[in-house]
């Protein structure tokens, strides 16, 4: 028989009450809501003391933030859930202890020590929008302390990005402080987020969009795939997706690496590599960002459009687009670039991108003011730096293949559609 498993439910006013329990008997007030300082009913009781005024004001809390209409946060109880017991199978011996233990059945099959069927009441997770930045949710949860360190916390952290994304949400924003070593291990492993030596607090923004993820991930050297050519789907969007999934498994160095082709007034092609920052689930449109006045920024206001190609020859795979290029707006500029890692930021802010360099000691005392700006505003943004979107009208895949014969499959936007061809090598 499997072990018990973790659920989120949505808050009511029964599961508040079993809430409440949770908390008192395995928090410390602060941890579980804002009942510190100026917001401490109890303010001459120690810090780690549960009041009858500070369990009050916990319920009256969560009445106005989680379960009153417009209260700004959707919260979920942690339950550790029984499995259903098949039909004619007791519980006893060491199993039967097991399982009161984690708050479940009795030997009878009834629940022991008073414990709702459905299981045991753990902690409490939420999602709530993050204000000025719109599409971006902020995750949070708790643990009682009797259920912490058995993964339990990775297991919620993964539901909620699963309800954030089910929810329409394009960004999950997290944090910490620094001396939250579990929180903080959580935080790295699951949602990458950046340390920055010093800092007093630790922080993530995680891309929900699934190529988004991928793309964000990192990988070492892998084996090649089986050339053989497997699907046509409607889209090229499935296609890309499980080639990026794919070539992510596979430990494929820099799959994110894109060759972006633009020309300049005169019709000169010029081309570079970037980063490729999503791509939308029917494969049309593609986001780079770069700053609006470099040369290919300057390109594209002039000439609005563009061809992008993706290279991994550990698979001998290619991935080729062509279409029209549109400019984000200010607020898009400003989600994507709060993703980024601190040493990204400093760089973005240091300098002119494309401009002549008189020397290194210019670099070197323009780094490091764009690091003192970052240090007093993380956020901050560079005026130029844009999101930039590839509208496709063609997609092609190409997987190329020892004897040659290699595999291509086009794909042209239509006004019905797409339509896709098999072409020649």
Same mark, same amino acid.
């Given at each position: ?161 699963? =309800? &954030? #994304?089910? $929810?329409? /949400?394009?960004? !999950?924003?997290?944090?910490?402080? @620094?001396?939250?070593?579990?929180? *903080? ?115 594209? =206001? &002039? #000439?609005? $459009?563009? /061809?992008?190609? !993706?290279?991994?020859?550990?698979? @001998?795979?290619?991935?080729?687009? *062509? ?103």
């Amino acid at each position: 028989m499997t072990g018990p498993r973790v659920e989120l439910r949505p808050l009511d006013a029964p599961l508040l009450e079993r809430l409440v329990v949770a908390a008192v008997d395995g928090a410390r007030p602060a941890q579980v809501a804002p009942l510190s300082g100026a917001d401490d009913p109890s303010p001459q009781a120690p810090v780690d003391h549960w009041t009858d005024a500070r369990i009050d004001a916990f319920r009256a809390w969560h009445r106005a933030a989680s379960l009153a209409p417009g209260g700004g946060q959707r919260t979920f109880a942690v339950l550790l859930a029984e499995p259903a017991v098949p039909a004619g199978e007791g519980r006893g011996g060491t199993a039967a202890a097991a399982d009161a233990d984690a708050g479940g059945d009795g030997a009878d099959g009834e629940p022991a020590d008073g414990e709702p069927a459905d299981g045991e009441v753990i902690g409490a997770a939420r999602l709530a929008d993050v204000p000025g930045e719109a599409g971006t949710v902020e995750a949070g949860l708790w643990l009682s302390r009797h259920h912490r360190g058995r993964g339990h916390g990775r297991t919620v952290l993964r539901l909620l990005r699963e =309800a &954030a #994304r089910d $929810a329409g /949400a394009h960004r !999950l924003f997290a944090s910490t402080t @620094a001396g939250n070593a579990a929180a *903080r291990r959580l935080l790295v492993t699951e949602l990458g987020a950046h340390t920055a030596p010093g800092a007093a607090t630790l922080t993530a923004r995680d891309q929900l969009s699934p190529a988004a993820a991928l793309l964000g991930r990192a990988s070492g050297p892998g084996e090649a795939p089986s050339p053989a050519w497997r699907e046509q789907p409607g889209s090229p969007g499935p296609l890309v997706l499980r080639w990026l999934r794919e070539a992510a498994d596979a430990g494929v160095a820099a799959l994110q690496a894109a060759t972006l082709a633009t020309v300049d007034e005169e019709g000169a092609p010029d081309a570079r590599v970037l980063v490729l920052r999503d791509v939308s689930p029917d494969g049309a449109a593609w986001s780079f960002a770069t700053d609006s006045g470099s040369t290919k920024g300057r390109q594209l =206001a &002039a #000439r609005p $459009a563009a /061809a992008l190609t !993706l290279h991994w020859p550990e698979q @001998a795979r290619q991935v080729r687009v *062509r279409g029209e290029v549109t400019a984000g707006t200010r607020d898009d500029a400003a989600a994507e670039f709060r993703t980024r890692s601190p040493a990204a930021r400093i760089a973005a802010h240091t300098g002119h991108q494309s401009e002549p360099l008189a020397s290194d000691q210019a670099y070197r005392q323009a780094a490091e003011a764009a690091r003192r700006l970052v240090a007093a505003d993380p956020d901050a943004v560079p005026p130029g730096h844009t999101v930039y979107t590839l509208h496709a009208r063609e997609v092609e895949f190409w997987q190329g293949a020892p004897d040659r014969f290699h595999q291509r499959l086009h794909y042209r936007r239509t006004a019905d559609g797409w339509d896709a061809r098999r072409l020649w090598p």
